[in-house]
């Protein structure tokens, strides 16, 4: 992984991880369900910022060069890992 990639994505983590915990105390303390909705929402929107990165940082670092091989089995590969990935995205996206 790019090492600022992986610096982006811990720091993203750490923002959805303090966010997971600030929606665990809103439901402790029977706060608004609007409140926690849209708490929700924003966890939701960090982790697929997080997705989005990966999906950038596979495609430049593993994608990019499997295609730049002019070998076909390898582009083979990488065309099966981007339907792949387009495919998880439709499933939980």
């Known amino acids: 992984m790019i090492e600022s990639t992986r610096k982006r994505a811990i720091h ?4 959805a991880q303090g ?5 665990q105390k809103m439901i402790d303390n029977d706060v608004y369900c609007m409140n926690i ?9 960090s982790l697929s910022s997080l997705s989005k990165l990966m999906i950038q940082n ?5 994608i ?3 295609i730049a091989l002019n070998n076909p089995d390898m582009q083979l590969k990488a065309t099966n ?10 499933r939980r996206g």
């Open 12 to 15: 993203r983590l750490k923002i």
């Open 19 to 23: 966010q997971l915990n600030g929606l």
């Open 37 to 45: 909705l849209t708490q929700s929402l924003a966890i939701q929107k």
């Open 58 to 62: 596979h495609i430049t670092e593993h």
């Open 64 to 66: 990019t060069p499997m």
């Open 81 to 90: 890992e981007l339907l792949e990935m387009y495919e998880l995205h439709n």
